[in-house]
């Protein structure tokens, strides 16, 4: 029989302790342009053997681990009520002597004689917490990320770490700016199975093979129309003198204000002191009237296209309008890298059995229709949890990834009057 186990604050769950049929753990890796995908892993245990008394390490009077005469680590059984659970606390998934994935708990539900626990990735941590973004000028990748992975463990390559970025975050989840930066630069958040966040290029390295040993039959081919095209809009914004009054009143309380739209050169005036401030936000305490104002930014806007748009009713056209880290440093390599992968029309649905791949990788797959290996990008594994490890899986057939979007290193901004001379190489 295949061992499961789950380790929950060093406590092991082994297959005695499961529900039979109850444990499910989803994998996937989202496609340019799609919301960062966040794995879960969700499981039963009954209260008998798993929970009403947990497996727990017996301890000295010295805090060590008692050990018995033959040098066996002596274990004791600890009366315990998980639904006093702490949000956070690790979970790791073994299978077989082999880390699947390493995740956090969100909640403990109890079931008459059972306990469901639901648990999320790293990137679903960070859908939990707000960014306050701000303008960007030339930081890199690796500066930006720091600020929206702070407190998870990750790791960033070098390929993408040194990637400027240029443009606008606004206050936002986490997740959800951590989306603009991989969408304008083509990189991807890779999950480890230690639970590290890896931003990374995706390889277009085939990293396993998935042929009819490996596929359970009943598997399907589904072909879509393709897009005919992609647009994506550049968007700029230039410092102005306009000001804007963003506050003018009478408190007694530290405010904090938050702004749609950015802003430049705040100040303040009345009975206030500043705390903090940024391009999107401003916190000041008021003890009396208190007035801030700052100055605009005019923000434009130009479309970029790829591909074939005739104007007809039956256009398929790929849209990203609001990411607004894209300018004309990276909107052509952007838009190229949405229209290799949205263009491809055929996705193999599959029961496999889980072997060395993860979604994210490009794989051999078996085509059940025509019997030939097919280079395909392996985007979803939803896992049923048993004595034989199944993964409900979608292959994107011929989508191979092509590398990060690297835009110039060197950026210059040229006004009318301005002498300029071009520097060496």
């Not at 008692?66 to 274990?75: S, V």
């Not at 603009?180 to 093979?209: E, F, H, M, W, Y």
């Not at 949890?385 to 011929?398: E, K, P, R, T, Y």
Request: aromatic share 8%; net charge negative; glycine share 8%.
């Amino acid at each position: 029989m295949a061992n499961n186990i789950i380790v929950y604050r060093k406590n092991q769950i082994t297959n005695a302790d499961l529900v039979a049929g109850s444990c499910n753990c989803f994998l996937s890796h989202a496609m340019a342009g799609e919301t960062l995908a966040a794995d879960t892993f969700d499981f039963r245990v009954v209260s008998e053997t798993g929970l009403g008394k947990v497996d727990a390490d017996f301890i000295t009077a010295d805090d060590e681990i008692f050990m018995t005469a033959d040098n066996l680590q002596f274990r004791c059984f600890v009366e315990k009520d998980l639904t006093d659970f702490v949000a956070g606390d690790t979970v790791e998934y073994i299978r077989d002597g082999k880390l699947v994935g390493k995740f956090y708990l969100q909640s403990v539900k109890r079931v008459g004689k059972c306990y469901d626990f639901s648990c999320i990735s790293a990137i679903g941590i960070l859908d939990q917490t707000w960014h306050y973004g701000g303008i960007y000028t030339g930081q890199t990748v690796a500066e930006v990320a720091a600020e929206i992975l702070e407190g998870l463990p990750y790791e960033i390559d070098p390929i993408v770490g040194d990637i400027k970025l240029y443009g606008w975050l606004p206050i936002d989840k986490k997740r959800n700016n951590l989306q603009q930066i991989t969408i304008a630069t083509a990189s991807a958040v890779r999950l480890k199975p230690d639970g590290t966040l890896l931003i990374t290029a995706l390889s277009n390295d085939v990293k396993g093979t998935i042929g009819d040993n490996r596929m359970v039959v009943g598997a399907n081919v589904e072909v879509d129309k393709p897009y005919s095209a992609v647009q994506v809009t550049e968007h700029y914004f230039q410092a102005i003198d306009e000001e804007i009054i963003l506050f003018s009143e009478s408190s007694i309380r530290r405010e904090e204000l938050k702004f749609r739209e950015p802003v430049h050169d705040i100040t303040i005036t009345g009975d206030g002191t500043l705390i903090e401030s940024g391009s999107n936000y401003v916190i000041v305490d008021c003890n009396g009237f208190v007035e801030v104002k700052a100055k605009r930014y005019l923000h434009t806007t130009r479309t970029v296209t790829v591909g074939t748009v005739e104007g007809l009713p039956s256009d398929k056209i790929y849209t990203v309008n609001d990411v607004t880290l894209i300018n004309s440093l990276n909107s052509s390599g952007v838009a190229q890298k949405l229209y290799e992968a949205y263009t491809k029309p055929t996705t193999i649905q599959a029961s496999v059995f889980w072997g060395n791949e993860r979604a994210g990788d490009v794989v051999k797959v078996i085509n059940p229709h025509t019997q030939e290996l097919e280079d395909a990008f392996l985007k979803k594994q939803d896992l049923s949890i048993s004595n034989l490890l199944l993964a409900n899986s979608d292959f994107i057939v011929g989508f191979t990834p092509s590398g990060a979007v690297t835009g110039y290193k060197n950026r210059v901004l040229i006004t009318e009057g301005t002498s300029w001379t071009v520097p060496a190489g």
